[in-house]
Every structure is written in C-alpha cells, then in structure tokens.
C-alpha cells in the first residue's frame, strides 16, 4: 500500500492515465499509434507535476517538518529532472513536437506559480473557473493536439470536435478535484457559510459543463462512431455521479486514483467499442 501511494503521490498514475487518453485519441482519430508520443506524454505529464509537488513542497516547508518536507522536496525534484530529461530527447527526435510541447509547458509553469502557493484562492469564484479551465486546457493540447501532429489534413474536421469533448472531460475532472480543495479548506472554518455557497456554484458549473458535453456528443457523433459515441457519454454520466459522491470528504485514493482512473476507463472502453 506504502508503495503504491508513492506512484500515485508522485503522479506515475496520472502519467499513465495522460498516455491513456492519447491511445485513445489515436483511435476517435483513426490514425497510427505511435509509441514515441505515448512516451512522450507519459513522461511530459509526470514532469509537470514533480514541478508542481516540488514548488508546493517548498512554499509550505515552513508549515511542518523541514527535513521530511526536504526529503520529498528532493524526490520530486529527481522525478523532475529525470522526466524533462526524456522528454527533451523525444524533442530532439521529432522537432515538430517542439511547440506544442514548449506551449504546454508555459501552461503548467502559469498554472504552478499560480496555485501552488496558495489555496485560499479558490475561494474566488472567477480564479475557481480559471484554475479549472486553464488545466483542462492544458490536458486537452498536450493530449489531443500532440498524437495528431503530422495527421493535421487527415483528422482536419473531427480534430476540433475530438479537442472540444476532451476539454469539457477534463473540465468536468478538474472540477471534482476544486470540490475536494475547497472540502479541505471548510475543514479549516468556522463559519461555513460562503463555502456552502461555493459548492453550490461548482454543482451548477458542473451540470452546465455535462449538459454541453452531451449536447456536443450529440451533435458530432458521426465523428466517432455511434458505439463509441454512447461509451463517451456513458463516461461523462459516470463523472457527474463521482463528482456527487466527491461532495462530502472522501479518502486519498478517491480521488487519485478513482476519480483520474476515468480516463483509463474511458480509454479502454472507448477501444472495447472500437473492436
């Protein structure tokens, strides 16, 4: 158990779930896999997050024990390092990668320096919206955007629908977690009041963002197939009904394991329609 919450607090779990939904992209898209990408994303996602545990271990060093915060400082900073690392080589293969993958990472440094430092922020209804979008945005580039690269002509139409249901997926995940950040925060109040209000907002954003995702599924199913079509929207059901059950406090494993392993489960089951 120690072992396996050390993949996920150390996001290997998330890197396989980033690599997931490129397989999965390559498949809406029909167009060949390729493992170098898949690589590629693995490593590029458990990069960026060893950043954004690494910058969050040392802005609160000062709230417990200097040397355990050091210790885990250090671990995701060699996580950090040693993923950058590949990842620069899988540049140094295929040049055309570079830009999406530069621009991704201006993303996830934005994002990091932002709220890493500083959960409170949250509270703030517009920067709730804007932390959520700008990950989910983040999420859809890197993994719509870099499979594609070189099959641009090829997917020239389903390409931007494929990027708008990935965004609206990744919203709906970033959401569940803003609900379990602000759980964390009423934890710490008195007075529950504006949170209570808060979590009211991010039910009626979550609904609105379902109800677009359906309505696009709807609207672009030819895109994908019709099998395939009801799998997505079987899983966009399936994240609403975590995200009710996210409401109330639910454990660690909850979260980064269940509610990130919905896009392994979409993946896989998009696959199983594909067969």
């Not at 139409?157 to 009423?186: T, V």
């Amino acid at each position: 158990m120690i072992n396996f919450r050390y993949i996920l607090s150390h996001s290997i779990f998330v890197a396989f779930c980033a690599a997931a939904l490129g397989l999965q992209t390559f498949q809406l898209l029909q167009i060949p896999f390729s493992l170098l990408i898949l690589g590629l994303l693995f490593f590029a996602t458990l990069a960026a997050y060893n950043f954004y545990w690494m910058l969050s271990k040392f802005f609160f060093c000062r709230q417990s024990q200097l040397p355990i915060q050091l210790k885990s400082f250090v671990s995701h900073f060699i996580f950090f390092i040693g993923s950058s690392i590949v990842v620069m080589d899988c540049v140094w293969q295929q040049p055309q990668m570079l830009t999406p993958v530069f621009g991704a990472s201006i993303f996830t440094f934005i994002y990091a320096v932002l709220f890493s430092q500083n959960n409170r922020k949250q509270e703030n209804k517009f920067l709730l919206v804007f932390k959520s979008v700008l990950l989910a945005l983040t999420w859809s580039y890197i993994t719509v955007y870099l499979p594609a690269i070189g099959f641009q002509s090829e997917s020239k139409s389903a390409l931007p629908k494929l990027f708008l249901h990935r965004f609206l997926f990744m919203w709906m995940l970033c959401i569940i977690f803003e609900s379990k950040d602000l759980l964390a925060i009423q934890s710490q109040e008195t007075g529950k009041i504006l949170s209570q209000k808060t979590n009211i907002f991010l039910v009626v954003l979550m609904t609105i963002v379902l109800l677009t995702y359906a309505i696009h599924l709807l609207l672009t199913q030819q895109y994908f197939g019709g099998l395939k079509a009801v799998v997505l929207m079987g899983t966009g059901a399936l994240t609403y009904l975590i995200f009710l059950l996210s409401l109330k406090p639910r454990s660690y494993y909850f979260y980064y394991f269940l509610v990130d392993g919905l896009m392994i489960f979409s993946s896989i089951a998009t696959y199983i329609a594909s067969i």
